[in-house]
């Protein structure tokens, strides 16, 4: 084999790059997120489950686009309750804590909606009325 | 044909992993066995392939050049194009790998009435594939979001600046799109560029077809045919393969299972086709070599060692009287030779 130097310290640290992920976790077991069912107790969602684990983000895209572009405020009604249409008039009457339910997941995931740009968590409502 | 054949095996391919992902108790066989297979035939075949290329002796010195080598003090030497040390040799490589600096020198010839050859110059091919190759880059980055917990901020801000543009939830991604556009570009210039066209083969059109339907997958699967597609599940699976105990969870959708296969199918393909010239291209005698063969005498490894030199004045002295005998012009007279000894 020649040139021993330099290709050998190449094939390691591709081996390396390559395998980085497991010697980046050290063998941790996984910590999948638990998210917080509502505080309030509340059972039924406005769809499935399921449906709502793999499609929320296109559910709250339709919406925005529902009620900010085309003005369709409809009211939606989940068990008798109706909720005007967003994010913070519906979902987070229940899902209250955006922290110990939105965030588990997102952060789990690495994902950052940008929902958080111009909503505020109920908590932060409050404090921005607290000082207006 | 020959563009066709590569769609049929890939559709092949697709056929196998969307319905055989939906056989009950197959899900390990595609999320756990062909993985671990996959990238364990990457590693070892990458490595295969260059010890075998680091095996192969290199008789000549052969680095290609287009500028002045290194010569006399008063000619100036081109240090890129014809590089003299192992410094001007890891500039040329690094410009070379990272900006593909031989491509952008592409040129285009034609024939014109005359008959009369032009060259023109040619950036489109270093472009796209500088796209290509960068938006891949990044997609594979991305998707490293799976495999680590916690997720790094570089990662992150990464992804941030790749759904810069905020369309749609979950966000687009620049890079999706110029992955495809650069597929799409090096896919159709075997087609249309008629000398490329035919010196294409199978095994170059169906690595592009191959990424192109990764592509695709990956995008119908984060955008279109989110059923049964939660990223909480998938990353659990991912995490596990990286942490050695992996599970397979809740029910997660076809396209998954198509796009793993897929990616798997590139691993394992990767060490045996042309896509090794990621390693390759460090292993190139005619970029990694300095042009010193002036100042420095390139040794030919194959040489025996029990063959010395032979210099043309000790081949005189061997045969000096046969020469002047045959009437053979000598540099040192048979007398002058025989006064010195």
Same mark, same amino acid.
């Given at each position: 084999?020649?040139?021993?130097?330099?290709?050998?310290?190449?094939?390691?640290?591709?081996?390396?790059?390559?395998?980085?992920?497991?010697?980046?976790?050290?063998?941790?077991?996984?910590?999948?997120?638990?998210?917080?069912?509502?505080?309030?107790?509340?059972?039924?969602? %406005?769809? @499935?489950?399921?449906?709502?684990?793999?499609?929320?983000? +296109?559910?709250?895209?339709?919406?925005? /686009?529902?009620?900010?572009?085309?003005?369709?405020?409809?009211?939606?009604?989940?068990?008798?309750?109706?909720?005007?249409?967003?994010?913070?008039?519906?979902?987070?009457?229940?899902?209250?804590?955006?922290?110990?339910?939105?965030?588990?997941?997102?952060?789990?995931?690495? %994902?950052? @909606?940008?929902?958080?740009?111009?909503?505020?968590?109920? +908590?932060?409502?409050?404090?921005?009325? /607290?000082?207006? | 044909?020959?563009?066709?054949?590569?769609?049929?095996?890939?559709?092949?391919?697709?056929?196998?992993?969307?319905?055989?992902?939906?056989?009950?108790?197959?899900?390990?066989?595609?999320?756990?066995?062909?993985?671990?297979?996959?990238?364990?035939?990457?590693?070892?075949?990458?490595?295969?392939?260059?010890?075998?290329?680091?095996?192969?002796?290199?008789?000549?010195?052969?680095?290609?050049?287009?500028?002045?080598?290194?010569?006399?003090?008063?000619?100036?030497?081109?240090?890129?194009?014809?590089?003299?040390?192992?410094?001007?040799?890891?500039?040329?490589?690094?410009?070379?790998?990272?900006?593909?600096?031989?491509?952008?020198?592409?040129?285009?010839?034609?024939?014109?009435?005359?008959?009369?050859?032009?060259?023109?110059?040619?950036?489109?091919?270093?472009?796209?594939?500088?796209?290509?190759?960068?938006?891949?880059?990044?997609?594979?980055?991305?998707?490293?979001?799976?495999?680590?917990?916690?997720?790094?901020?570089?990662?992150?801000?990464?992804?941030?600046?790749?759904?810069?543009?905020?369309?749609?939830?979950?966000?687009?991604?620049?890079?999706?799109?110029?992955?495809?556009?650069?597929?799409?570009?090096?896919?159709?210039?075997?087609?249309?560029?008629?000398?490329?066209?035919?010196?294409?083969?199978?095994?170059?059109?169906?690595?592009?077809?191959?990424?192109?339907?990764?592509?695709?997958?990956?995008?119908?699967?984060?955008?279109?045919?989110?059923?049964?597609?939660?990223?909480?599940?998938?990353?659990?699976?991912?995490?596990?393969?990286?942490?050695?105990?992996?599970?397979?969870?809740?029910?997660?959708?076809?396209?998954?299972?198509?796009?793993?296969?897929?990616?798997?199918?590139?691993?394992?393909?990767?060490?045996?086709?042309?896509?090794?010239?990621?390693?390759?291209?460090?292993?190139?005698?005619?970029?990694?070599?300095?042009?010193?063969?002036?100042?420095?005498?390139?040794?030919?490894?194959?040489?025996?060692?029990?063959?010395?030199?032979?210099?043309?004045?000790?081949?005189?002295?061997?045969?000096?009287?046969?020469?002047?005998?045959?009437?053979?012009?000598?540099?040192?007279?048979?007398?002058?030779?025989?006064?010195?000894?």
């Amino acid at each position: 084999m020649y040139n021993k130097g330099t290709i050998i310290p190449g094939l390691v640290i591709f081996v390396l790059l390559v395998t980085s992920p497991i010697w980046f976790n050290g063998f941790k077991a996984a910590t999948p997120p638990k998210p917080e069912l509502p505080p309030g107790g509340e059972k039924k969602c %406005v769809m @499935p489950k399921e449906y709502m684990r793999d499609n929320h983000m +296109k559910l709250l895209n339709d919406w925005r /686009d529902n009620v900010l572009r085309d003005e369709e405020r409809v009211l939606v009604t989940v068990e008798g309750k109706t909720y005007r249409k967003g994010l913070q008039m519906a979902c987070m009457q229940c899902h209250s804590n955006k922290e110990k339910f939105c965030d588990t997941c997102h952060t789990y995931a690495d %994902v950052n @909606p940008y929902c958080w740009d111009c909503h505020l968590t109920p +908590k932060e409502a409050a404090s921005k009325e /607290d000082t207006h | 044909m020959k563009y066709a054949f590569s769609f049929l095996a890939v559709i092949a391919l697709i056929l196998i992993a969307g319905l055989g992902s939906q056989i009950p108790g197959m899900q390990y066989l595609f999320g756990v066995v062909l993985p671990y297979l996959a990238i364990m035939l990457f590693v070892g075949g990458f490595v295969y392939r260059i010890m075998d290329w680091a095996k192969s002796p290199v008789p000549f010195s052969i680095p290609t050049t287009c500028g002045q080598g290194a010569s006399l003090d008063f000619i100036k030497q081109d240090k890129l194009e014809s590089p003299a040390n192992t410094t001007e040799v890891a500039a040329r490589m690094f410009l070379e790998i990272f900006f593909f600096r031989s491509l952008f020198r592409n040129t285009k010839s034609e024939i014109h009435d005359g008959p009369k050859i032009t060259y023109e110059s040619s950036k489109w091919l270093w472009l796209f594939a500088l796209i290509f190759h960068y938006s891949f880059l990044v997609v594979v980055l991305r998707h490293m979001r799976f495999f680590l917990e916690p997720v790094p901020f570089v990662l992150s801000a990464l992804e941030g600046v790749d759904s810069m543009l905020q369309i749609g939830q979950p966000a687009m991604y620049l890079t999706d799109a110029f992955l495809l556009l650069g597929l799409l570009f090096l896919y159709g210039r075997r087609l249309i560029t008629r000398h490329v066209k035919y010196i294409s083969l199978n095994n170059d059109y169906f690595p592009l077809v191959l990424i192109f339907s990764i592509a695709v997958t990956g995008i119908l699967m984060r955008y279109l045919l989110r059923t049964d597609i939660d990223i909480i599940t998938i990353k659990n699976l991912a995490y596990g393969l990286v942490t050695f105990s992996p599970v397979i969870g809740a029910k997660i959708g076809a396209i998954f299972y198509i796009h793993l296969f897929l990616v798997c199918v590139l691993l394992a393909y990767f060490p045996f086709s042309k896509l090794m010239h990621m390693g390759g291209v460090f292993m190139s005698p005619t970029r990694n070599m300095a042009n010193n063969s002036r100042s420095k005498r390139h040794i030919n490894p194959w040489n025996d060692p029990e063959i010395k030199p032979h210099s043309y004045a000790g081949y005189e002295d061997e045969f000096r009287e046969f020469m002047v005998d045959a009437g053979i012009p000598v540099e040192k007279e048979l007398a002058a030779a025989e006064d010195k000894a």
